[in-house]
């Protein structure tokens, strides 16, 4: 038996970031949106005793009522009187002034609740794929077997809108023939929606051909046949085999190109997100304003009934410890919301000197603008722009346009100016339109032209930038080119 036990001592030196809760309470005020602001608000009125609200005339948003300066008593006697009688009649009266001023708060926030709730429950959303399949089976007139075996049909179809089930597994589960669950799926793919209950892309694209009203037949056939033909552009090719014009293969390809490849994707189940403007932007005889839209928060202010008990030291040392701590939790809601106000403001206002042109005009175009560029300006951190801008909305003349979508990183040109993704776009689809069909520009030499006007983007971000515009490369391109130019030789 081995007893040699050695013992280690070793030391590490590690950073850890801890944040005051202070910190951590501001950075949350400032990062949500002004919905999610005024709920939290809503539920510190109701459970603060120390915080109120305020007209606009009593309204003490900026008043400086620092934790600091709050009395203190060491003793926790009251220094008017001390007599027992007369100090828990003071603790009483305050227990019940509390009660009276928080029962409309009370009530105020259950009305709140069921609007909200009310809200919740009548959110839109999208239709449900399975609703739909539903209420397509209920008005069918399948019988009450197959309606079944609808159903059972219907709970297999993926979120893509094609049957995930071998017709077997479904007979099986349903105690009939396959080819009886063969009769019901067809029954089932002809009044459900276009496309769904396919069981592959093939079967998907002709069930949306054979519910259009023209004639489709030569698609059907293609899409059943010839579909990696399309994707290759072998129009003329499958024209020759199949003794069709090329012309009407190449009308069939382009109506085949038109479908829904998943069409189950449409009907995904999402809730509608509502938003409201945290700030506006409108132009004023010729100049851009920006103003702060809060209506939904309530003046605060400290609860003058709290100060003046704190002030006169009624109460055991308990009690005005608790005060104390509710006045400190009130006067840092009230500042970090001001802080946050004017965080948002600040942000807004250099929003509105950088993007003046694209918030002037409808065809302004947005300017490269970065967040360490803003945080600069307004002396401080890029992480604080961020936070400030997250779930934040401004109204604009061009509509409510999410903050975040102002921030553009942008091209360094050859000059020192800069443009952003949008422009590099333009330019791009500009080269290719102006280029000879039979010599298409390739990625390489884009990027080439673009070096030559003083822009460094490089070939994968303009074969990135290409794909995403929809253009196919220099080689499709320039197999279509000779395509038709074969088929006006031959007309």
Known sequence: MNTNIKMYQSSNVSQQLNLAPQLLNWLKILQVSSVELAELVDRELVSNPALETASAEESSMGEDFAAEELPTSNDGVDLCSSEVGERLSVLADIDEEWRQADEPRLSSSHILQEKHDYTIDHIATASCLQ???EQAILFSDLTEVHAGVARIIAGSIDGRGYLDAALEDIAKEAGLDVSEIQ????KFQAFVPAGIGARDLRECLVLQLKAMDSDTELAQM??????DHLAAGRAVMVADHLGEEPEEVEAAFRLIRTLDPEPGRNYVSVPAEYVEADLEIRCKNGELHVELLDERLPKLQLSSYCKRLLEARQGSKAD??????KVREAGFLIQGISQRQDTMLKVA??????QREFLSSETGALQPLTMNKVAAMIGVHETTVSRAIANKYIRTERGLIEMRSFFKVGYRCADGSSVTPERVKAQLEAFIAAEEELKPLTDAHISERFKKQGLKVARRTVA?????????????????????EELAIAV
């Open 320 to 325: 005005l410890d608790y005060i104390r701590g």
């Open 222 to 227: 293609l899409a059943g046949n010839w579909l």
């Open 131 to 133: 609703d739909e399949l």
């Open 183 to 186: 009769v019901v799926l067809e």
């Open 464 to 484: 990135k930038y290409r794909e995403e515009l929809g253009i196919p490369s220099s080689k499709e391109r320039l197999i279509r080119a000779r395509r038709r």
């Open 349 to 354: 206002r250099q929003i509105m000197r950088v």
